[in-house]
């Protein structure tokens, strides 16, 4: 499977640098967390798990926060893309901030996916914080079982 | 020691620490932690002395899965905070909603601002 990182449009020389210097700074912080910061930024292009089972792959996606009806999952020609806003939590204007590590935007993951999934047949569903793709595989792909009679 | 037992048991699985936001408010301290893939029986909130203990187990079912992408964090979302006088220790109140952990802690009566009202004569 290929996968196609989504990339923010423009390229700020200035601030890429900062992100950087920011970064290895985060290296020598013992309490750095590599899930929503560092230079592969899981908060744009979230973190997903691909299983394969004999016939179906599920796609996992952590999306903690995110609304159901604000993740779509879309498929066109063998491409599934998964995409969303995660809004940031609602706190009154006086609040006191003491830690602000959450992420608020909009996100989205490309995924080209084998011959053999079956398009038509794709379920997803979103529980805790987590969204569950179940892509069947074509009849004809999977593996069967062929009985051998010994006489 | 209360501490001591803390990180024995973290010793145990591997935990990695929740991003998240932590917020005064109105009388109260928030933290909202992101947990995805926990349920509401799989988080663990404890107070011992001064220490609140937050640990939100998921599993991951890795042992009867084959992987093609395996790019998720794996591990127990675990943190210890410590809490200082200001918190009352008996209203703490917890809430599990789309992997996101919210806790709110209230502060002591005592040290909420009050107003003091002037009268006039």
Redesign the interface.
Do not use: D, H, K, L
């Given at each position: 499977m290929n996968l196609v990182r989504w990339r923010t449009p423009g390229f700020d020389p200035g601030q890429e640098l900062e992100r950087l210097q920011n970064e290895i700074n985060h290296l020598f912080d013992l309490d750095y967390n590599d899930r929503s910061m560092g230079l592969f930024d899981r908060a744009t292009s979230p973190a997903i798990d691909v299983a394969e089972q004999n016939d179906h792959f599920i796609v996992y996606c952590d999306l903690p926060g995110v609304d159901q009806k604000d993740v779509d999952v879309s498929i066109a020609s063998n491409v599934l893309t998964i995409k969303g806003e995660k809004k940031m939590s609602e706190r009154g204007e006086k609040a006191k901030i003491f830690r602000k590590e959450e992420w608020a935007g909009s996100f989205q993951r490309t995924l080209s996916l084998p011959k053999s999934v079956d398009p038509d047949r794709i379920q997803a569903e979103m529980a805790d914080g987590v969204l569950r793709i179940q892509l069947p595989k074509r009849e004809e792909v999977k593996p069967r079982q062929i009985s051998v009679n010994v006489s | 020691m209360a501490t001591t037992a803390t990180n024995k048991e973290l010793e145990t699985r591997r935990t990695?620490?929740p991003?998240?936001?932590?917020?005064?408010?109105?009388g109260t301290v928030?933290l909202?932690l992101?947990?995805?893939?926990?349920?509401k029986d799989n988080i663990e909130l404890r107070i011992e002395n001064d220490q609140l203990f937050v640990r939100g187990h998921r599993d991951?079912h890795d042992e009867d899965?084959?992987?093609?992408?395996?790019?998720?964090?794996r591990g127990d979302f675990a943190q210890t905070y410590t809490l200082d006088d200001t918190i009352d220790r008996e209203r703490i109140d917890a809430r599990?909603e789309?992997?996101?952990l919210t806790v709110t802690l209230h502060l002591k009566e005592a040290v909420k601002p009050r107003k003091i009202e002037v009268k006039a004569r």
């Open positions: - | 990695v620490r991003v998240g936001n932590i917020w005064e408010e109105e928030m909202r992101e947990m995805p893939g926990v349920t991951m899965q084959t992987y093609v992408i395996r790019e998720r964090v599990m789309r992997g996101i």
